[in-house]
């Protein structure tokens, strides 16, 4: 059996990373166009263009394993029932549910691979591609470090640690000088909330006054800083829920949780790192459907097309059910897991009645 099992993997892993490739690719070219779009705005260039789409390709990878597990597996089980070798091992005794494992197996192996991935590979490279672009892409005035970024204001030097969102910034240190170069102020805010009119509003202040020697310390509960960033230059500094790890989607959850906004956008992909290898092994189950009985007397053509519909519909499904769902204020736990469940109860469907 394992010789099986390794003949089975061994197609199946072939066929997915040939098949992988084509929508990355395509995907990326799209990308692209949209990128050039903001080619020649400050400093960014073709070449940060290119950089941009090539750091973020492996984010790509990860969206498009579940359709690609789906035609994998189709055209890897496909091949060997063109073949008889299906036959042949149902004929040597081993069932089609043996012959599911020997997919999962693989598939199990392609998703600890994506999880560890979309933790640890997948995010620096996505964050490392947005700082580039922001840097790029942002007023002159602002200055970009490993934590966060600096901002100058009249006789002021703002930090900003993070951005949470595109109306939310969390540890905020403002050094105020006078005309002779000397620090009169300084003025720590643990949160920041954006208004509509690009007003900062911090929370939670400790102010030093500094004269001479003579140093003075209060606290506020809240103070106007005024405008300088604005929301639309925000925006080109947030990184999106997708691109963090599943410890920087907790932060920030609980950092939006404090500032009473609304987190379930990063809630949901927080459950999405869970929902989406489990999608995965669910499209691979439902290939079987394509390839076990009467569908064997479908040609390899024909039986590829529908699986590309069928993945192509289930991907608008998945990326609609989010997004309508978001909207409607679904349970984002609920709310990951219904691709799951639908693809699952579509491939039971599917397996106990082939057509």
């Known amino acids: 059996m394992k010789i099986i099992d390794l003949y089975i993997g061994k197609n199946f892993l072939k066929f997915f990373l040939l098949i992988i490739i084509i929508p990355v690719i395509l995907f990326s070219f799209f ?14 260039t073709l070449q940060d263009a290119l950089l941009f789409i090539f750091l973020t390709s492996p984010k790509r990878f990860l969206d ?15 091949r060997m029932a063109d073949r008889f070798e299906l036959v042949a091992m149902e004929a040597s005794g081993i069932s089609n549910p043996r012959i599911s494992l020997s997919v999962l197996g693989t598939c199990g192996l392609i998703m600890v691979a994506f999880i560890l991935s979309g933790e640890f590979i997948v995010p620096p490279m996505e964050q490392s591609a947005r700082l580039m672009r922001a840097k790029a892409l942002s007023s002159k005035g602002v200055t970009f470090t490993q934590k966060g970024f600096w901002a100058k204001r009249d006789d002021s030097f703002i930090h900003v640690t993070k951005l949470i969102g595109k109306s939310t910034a969390e540890g905020i240190d403002i050094f105020s000088f006078d005309g002779k170069g000397g620090l009169k102020n300084f003025l720590h805010a643990k949160t920041a909330s954006i208004s509509d009119r690009d007003m900062w509003i911090l929370h939670d202040v400790t102010e030093k006054l500094v004269s001479g020697m003579d140093i003075k310390t209060r606290t506020v509960k809240e103070l106007s800083l005024g405008p300088f960033l604005s929301r639309d230059q925000v925006t080109v500094l947030e990184l999106p829920p997708e691109s963090l790890s599943a410890k920087d989607l907790s932060d920030y959850i609980i950092a939006l949780e404090k500032s009473g906004q609304n987190a379930d956008s990063y809630r949901l992909a927080l459950w999405r790192k869970v929902s989406q290898p489990l999608s995965t092994g669910a499209m691979a189950i439902l290939a079987l459907g394509f390839v076990m009985g009467s569908t064997r007397k479908v040609g390899a053509g024909l039986r590829m097309t529908i699986g590309s519909f069928i993945g192509i519909a289930l991907y608008f499904f998945d990326q609609i ?34 057509a």
């Not at 059910?321 to 409607?328: P, R, Y």
């Open 321 to 354: 059910t989010m997004h309508v769902g978001l909207l409607l204020g679904l349970r984002p736990c609920v709310l990951a897991f219904i691709p799951f469940l639908f693809i699952s109860t579509l491939a039971v469907i599917r397996l106990r009645s082939p």
């Open 31 to 44: 990308q692209l166009l949209s990128e050039l779009d903001s080619v020649g705005k400050g400093s960014y």
């Open 64 to 78: 498009l394993a579940p359709i690609t597990s789906l035609l994998a597996a189709i055209a890897a089980l496909g």
